[in-house]
Structures are given as C-alpha cells and as structure tokens.
C-alpha cells in the first residue's frame, strides 16, 4: 500500500512560483511512474507531468516550459516546481504513483493563482 500526501499549495500571484511536494510512504517512488494532475472545478482531471522510473519526463503542453517535475529518492519524495503561474494554473493538484494495475492517489493540494 503506497500513501501520498502533497503539501506546498496555496495562495500566489501571477508570475510567481510555488514548489510542491509529494511525500510517499510504504514504497519507494523510483519504482513507480509519478505524476501530478490537476482538476480545476467544472473541468476534467488533467495530467500536468510525470515522471518514469528510468527519469523520463512528460508535461502538459500548457505547463510546459514552466513546470519541473522531479524526484528526490532519498526523501522518497515527488517535486513540482511551479514558475511562472497563470491564474488558469488555479486548480486541486493531486499526485500519482502508478505500476503496472497499481495506482494511488493523494489527497490533493490546492493553488490558487490571483492578484
């Protein structure tokens, strides 16, 4: 059983940045393909970036570029580091670790760009 807790939401300014983490406990995150999602309200779950266990790295078109997903394997822990926000960036972030059938979700973190 793989538990996920983000952290590192909140409340920023256009143009700003935020860092999220994703803490994992009961395996190890290398093993597993981690992504983050968002779901902003009236709109579906959307894949913002992942990142394999040989370190491949995918983004969202529309984070791309401002977005860095990374890992840090001995904190057993999943970054997003967030540069450059948009108000459209405002949504519930969730991460996800996925292996095979198995797939885990956290409890979500919100962001919410504004002036």
């Known amino acids: 059983q793989v538990q996920l807790v983000e952290s590192g939401g909140g409340l920023v300014k256009p143009g700003g940045s935020l860092r999220l983490s994703c803490a994992a406990s009961?395996?190890?995150?290398?093993?597993?393909?981690m992504s983050w999602y968002r779901q902003a309200p009236g709109k579906q779950r959307e894949l913002v970036a992942s990142i394999t266990s040989s370190g491949t790295t995918n983004y969202a078109v529309s984070v791309k570029g401002r977005f860095t997903i990374a890992r840090d394997n001995a904190k057993n822990t999943v970054w997003l580091q967030m540069n450059s926000l948009k108000p459209e960036d405002t949504a519930v972030y969730y991460c996800n670790a996925r292996m095979g059938i198995n797939n885990y979700w956290g409890q979500g973190t919100q962001v919410t760009v504004s002036s």
């Open positions: 009961g395996s190890a995150v290398r093993i597993y393909t």
